[in-house]
C-alpha cells in the first residue's frame, strides 16, 4: 500500500511541476539577411543596445568569448518599463542554422522562473528577400501564481523588429 502511495503522490507532482513549465513562440519578418541577425545576438551582441536603446541598454562579456558555447553574457535591459538584468549562458550556437540558445542563470527572469531557456533562430525567406525569426521560449514558473512570459515574448518581438531596422541602416 505504501508503494502505491508514493507512486501516486509521484505522478501528482509530476502534474503539478508539468503545468508549471511552458513554451512559447512567435515568428517576426524581417527584411534583413538571416546572417546579419544571428550575427547580432551570436558575433556581436554588444551591438544590440545601439540597435534598440530603449529596451537593451547594455550587453558584456562575462565569461568565455562571443557566440561560443559556455560563454557568460550579461544583460541590462527594460522590461514592462523596469530596468532588469539577465545573466545567460550560451547552450547552443549553429551558424549553419543560424541558432543561438541563451540559458538564464542570473537575473529578473528567476524571481518569478525556475528556469528559462531562450532560442533564437533566422531562416531565410522562401522566394524573396528578407528572413523569418523564431523565438522559442522554455520556462519553469516558481507556482501558479506567476503569468506565463507574453510580456517577454513581446519584448522579443520589438527587439527585433528595432535591429531589423539597425541593420538595414548599416546597409
Not at 551570436?42 to 537593451?56: F, L, M
Not at 568565455?64 to 532588469?84: L, M, P, Q, R, T
Not at 506565463?148 to 531596422?165: G, M, N, R, W, Y
Request: charge should be negative; charged fraction near 30%; proline fraction near 4%.
Amino acid at each position: 500500500m505504501a508503494t502505491k502511495m508514493a507512486g501516486a503522490a509521484m505522478n501528482l507532482a509530476k502534474r503539478e511541476s508539468s503545468s508549471l513549465c511552458g513554451k512559447l513562440e512567435t515568428d517576426i519578418e524581417i527584411k534583413a539577411s538571416a546572417g546579419k541577425f544571428h550575427h547580432m545576438f551570436a558575433g556581436r551582441p554588444h551591438h544590440v543596445s545601439k540597435a534598440t536603446p530603449g529596451k537593451i541598454q547594455g550587453c558584456e562579456l562575462h565569461e568565455g568569448d562571443w557566440g561560443k558555447v559556455g560563454s557568460i553574457v550579461f544583460w541590462n535591459y527594460v522590461h514592462d518599463g523596469e530596468a532588469k538584468v539577465a545573466k545567460e549562458r550560451i547552450e547552443a550556437v549553429e551558424p549553419e542554422k543560424n541558432l543561438i540558445t541563451f540559458r538564464v542563470i542570473e537575473g529578473d527572469l528567476l524571481k518569478e522562473y525556475k528556469s528559462f531557456v531562450i532560442t533564437i533562430q533566422v531562416t531565410p525567406k522562401r522566394g524573396g528577400p528578407g528572413s523569418v525569426v523564431h523565438w522559442h521560449v522554455e520556462y519553469e514558473k516558481i507556482d501558479d501564481k506567476v503569468a506565463h512570459p507574453e510580456t517577454f515574448l513581446d519584448f522579443c518581438v520589438e527587439v527585433s523588429k528595432e535591429i531589423d531596422e539597425h541593420l538595414l541602416n548599416e546597409e
